[in-house]
């Protein structure tokens, strides 16, 4: 996965610059306010500061949709070219009013690497380390401010310290950044799918993954297309074709799912557990519909799944090896995916079939339908190209080579086509998606749980126990089944995005819950207190007798405050280090829950140093102990978390749109933060503002451990089912 990690930091030096920028101005402002005379006017002074602030709103607000209309590498590029000419404004600045436009150019940059970098990393990124990889913009950006840090302390120790260049310098690790997104970053597949772009979308995860055979990844990607699709539960017994026929009557027969294996004459088979499960999905789901608790069932609901993953961490469960080869078949498939809209017409005849049973399979366009020859075909000749005869009798079909339909996290990604009996007497059939997660435990012929040994696959009398979320496949639209077509009539990607987001997509049920979460956490952590935190740090380390100890150094107080920033920022990085370790093994929730209340504690003794008195060594030590804390479990849970969570909980076709709503909500509560700060601390004092802060930081974790679900190893577009089924399933419960 080297492409995918190298491809992320690379898009995170995005996020370098921006905490470059941050730290660069704190400090350049005490220089600015010397040469322009700013003492008497404090608007401008903080007008100077606040402009990059204005700038990432106001660009925020169409971010998202620029994003999904060029793509987002082209968004990522601007955002470069922005930084580049605001630092190069910023050298030349002659007066206020030019430094006040370069500013808002470098807060269009800002916006633009705030709001798309943790979109694309997510997009770009395997499910198993996406939350590591996601926290790197948390990372660069506090090593941008530490080495912004560094050079601005060098600079103040000369004689003329230079502003300009302070800022100036900002050009060129932006150029370097622009080099980065011309020559190196790809595209998100992700948006190339949507656009119908299948050949270059294939080639850009080819690329991120290391491997050829892309065909599971390039399905689950075209299903993410979808937006609040009818998705249910079923839960599977799967186990040897043989065993599941003696052990099950008959009259089941219909509703199994023949899976085919890689060898000949093997075969396995998936039958839906009608009865109650011991550690069913099905089970679980009902429970929690009826639970009256105050837990969101869409948390409870994620918690089912990873409660019982299998120990290893690995794509696929040492319990069941072959887990993943069962929805392939052995068979060289040329140019399965290469599906684009430039080849579409000359490829049309390689897609076409005959009729089967009386059903034609004509104008059949897909990639995703295996052109494969299964052990059971072979004894009844080879079926034309395409040919979905096997689907017929309920066959789960795959893709090319073992594991191909392998979508990462334990998950496999497969279709069946279903007939049901029409009002008019005529059969009706259809797609179905079918999402499958193997169970942590395997099961007995009976139900019971029994032990696998390690590493050996299922023998006789031994069943794999699978978890199923069914619905409605992306590019089987709503309007072909109002037509009641014959056969398996699909549409092309590009068909099911040409019209771009939609804005009813915005209140489809699993859209509006991911939207209370993502952008509740961003209000929420705003007014955490970071930003007091931040403002007061340099006083409370003045206190503790730092000031005192660089001063007898010789170091004046104005350099003095700026390497206290930096040693601050320093001791952040070894914490985000353990960030992006635990973060796809705790979780995001996990970490979010564990680091709050440190938050809490930290607070209510800043708010207790405050108002007790026991003297001022004690006071200064206490409150560095406890400003220092704030800061690196902040940094391992409230800092990256938001952004982590909100690439991953949106639909493909809102999901730039979303992420700008969720960023212009952080933007926003910032402002709002910075611009109160001053005036509660005259209104309320110190004490009142961390008391404050710690009240926020309780509503907090209360709010996450209602509404927040954990979404680690899983595939983006598994979690949108998982959103969109659970806020109905919520909406139900309320009804109910």
């Known amino acids: 996965?080297?492409?995918?990690?190298?491809?992320?930091?690379?898009?995170?030096?995005?996020?370098?610059?921006?905490?470059?920028?941050?730290?660069?101005?704190?400090?350049?402002?005490?220089?600015?306010?010397?040469?322009?005379?700013?003492?008497?006017?404090?608007?401008?002074?903080?007008?100077?500061?606040?402009?990059?602030?204005?700038?990432?709103?106001?660009?925020?607000?169409?971010?998202?949709?620029?994003?999904?209309?060029?793509?987002?590498?082209?968004?990522?590029?601007?955002?470069s070219v922005l930084y580049f000419l605001s630092g190069i404004v910023m050298l030349w600045a002659p007066n206020v009013y030019i430094l006040l436009l370069a500013r808002l150019l470098d807060g269009f940059g800002i916006g633009l690497v705030v709001t798309l970098v943790p979109l694309y990393i997510s997009e770009t990124a395997p499910p198993e380390i996406r939350g590591s990889l996601n926290t790197l913009p948390q990372f660069t950006g506090s090593g941008g401010m530490f080495l912004s840090y560094c050079m601005v302390f060098g600079m103040s120790l000369t004689k003329s310290p230079s502003w300009r260049l302070m800022l100036g310098v900002l050009s060129i690790p932006s150029l370097v950044y622009f080099a980065l997104t011309v020559f190196f970053l790809p595209e998100s597949p992700r948006w190339l799918v949507s656009k119908g772009r299948m050949l270059e979308a294939k080639h850009v995860l080819q690329r991120l993954r290391g491997r050829e055979d892309v065909s599971g990844e390039m399905a689950l990607l075209v299903e993410g297309l979808g937006v609040g699709g009818e998705t249910s539960f079923e839960e599977y017994i799967i186990g040897p074709a043989d065993d599941i026929a003696d052990d099950h009557d008959l009259s089941a027969e219909k509703d199994k799912i023949k899976l085919y294996g890689p060898e000949r004459g093997q075969s396995w088979v998936a039958r839906p557990v009608t009865d109650q499960s011991t550690i069913g999905l099905v089970s679980r789901h009902a429970s929690m519909v009826n639970q009256s608790g105050l837990v969101d069932p869409l948390v409870s609901l994620f918690g089912s799944v990873h409660e019982k993953l299998p120990d290893t961490g690995s794509m696929r469960s040492m319990l069941f090896p072959h887990f993943g080869s069962m929805f392939s078949v052995g068979g060289n498939q040329a140019r399965q995916e290469e599906w684009d809209e430039e080849s579409l017409a000359r490829e049309g005849d390689d897609y076409a079939s005959d009729a089967v049973g009386g059903d034609s399979d004509d104008n059949l366009h897909s990639p995703l339908i295996s052109r494969q020859t299964t052990s059971l075909e072979k004894d009844l000749g080879p079926p034309p190209h395409g040919s979905l005869a096997s689907m017929r009798n309920n066959s789960l079909i795959g893709g090319e080579g073992a594991g191909s339909t392998g979508i990462g996290g334990g998950w496999q990604l497969a279709w069946k086509w279903s007939e049901r009996e029409g009002q008019d007497g005529h059969k009706e059939g259809g797609f179905k998606r079918i999402y499958l997660h193997q169970e942590g435990v395997p099961a007995s012929r009976r139900g019971s749980i029994v032990s696998v040994p390690g590493g050996d696959a299922a023998t006789d009398g031994e069943f794999i126990q699978a978890a199923a979320l069914v619905s409605q496949p992306a590019l089987y639209s709503k309007e072909l089944m109002n037509q009641h077509p014959v056969g398996p009539a699909m549409i092309h990607p590009s068909a099911a995005t040409a019209k771009g987001p939609i804005w009813s997509d915005l209140f489809e049920p699993g859209v509006k819950h991911a939207l209370v979460v993502g952008v509740g956490l961003q209000i929420l952590q705003q007014f955490s207190g970071i930003n007091g935190v931040l403002y007061y740090t340099p006083q409370i380390l003045e206190q503790a007798g730092v000031g005192v100890l660089l001063s007898n150094m010789g170091i004046s107080s104005a350099s003095s405050s700026l390497l206290i920033s930096a040693i601050t920022t320093l001791l952040m990085l070894p914490s985000i280090a353990v960030a992006m370790r635990l973060m796809d093994i705790s979780g995001r929730r996990s970490l979010l829950l564990t680091t709050i209340p440190i938050l809490i504690a930290s607070l209510v003794i800043l708010v207790l140093g405050s108002l007790v008195n026991m003297g001022s060594v004690v006071n200064a030590s206490v409150s560095t102990v406890s400003v220092v804390l704030y800061f690196c479990f902040f940094v391992m849970g409230f800092g990256?978390?938001?952004?982590?969570?909100?690439?991953?909980?949106?639909?493909?076709?809102?999901?730039?749109?979303?992420?700008?709503?969720?960023?212009?909500?952080?933007?926003?509560?910032?402002?709002?933060?910075?611009?109160?700060?001053?005036?509660?601390?005259?209104?309320?004092?110190?004490?009142?503002?961390?008391?404050?802060?710690?009240?926020?930081?309780?509503?907090?974790?209360?709010?996450?451990?209602?509404?927040?679900?954990?979404?680690?190893?899983?595939?983006?577009e598994v979690i949108i089912e998982f959103f969109s089924v659970g806020a109905k399933q919520a909406a139900a419960a309320k009804n109910n």
């Open 640 to 716: 990256p978390v938001p952004n982590i969570l909100c690439a991953e909980i949106f639909p493909t076709r809102v999901r730039g749109l979303c992420i700008a709503i969720c960023a212009l909500a952080f933007w926003i509560g910032d402002i709002i933060v910075t611009y109160s700060l001053p005036v509660m601390l005259k209104s309320v004092g110190l004490g009142g503002v961390f008391g404050m802060y710690a009240v926020v930081c309780v509503i907090a974790w209360v709010f996450v451990f209602l509404k927040v679900p954990e979404t680690k190893g899983m595939p983006l």
């Open 1 to 79: 996965m080297s492409g995918a990690v190298l491809v992320a930091v690379a898009a995170a030096i995005g996020n370098l610059l921006q905490g470059w920028d941050n730290a660069t101005i704190a400090a350049s402002v005490l220089y600015i306010k010397k040469e322009f005379k700013l003492e008497s006017e404090p608007a401008v002074e903080g007008l100077i500061v606040a402009m990059s602030l204005i700038g990432a709103t106001l660009i925020t607000t169409c971010s998202g949709a620029i994003a999904d209309w060029l793509g987002r590498r082209p968004v990522l590029i601007i955002s």
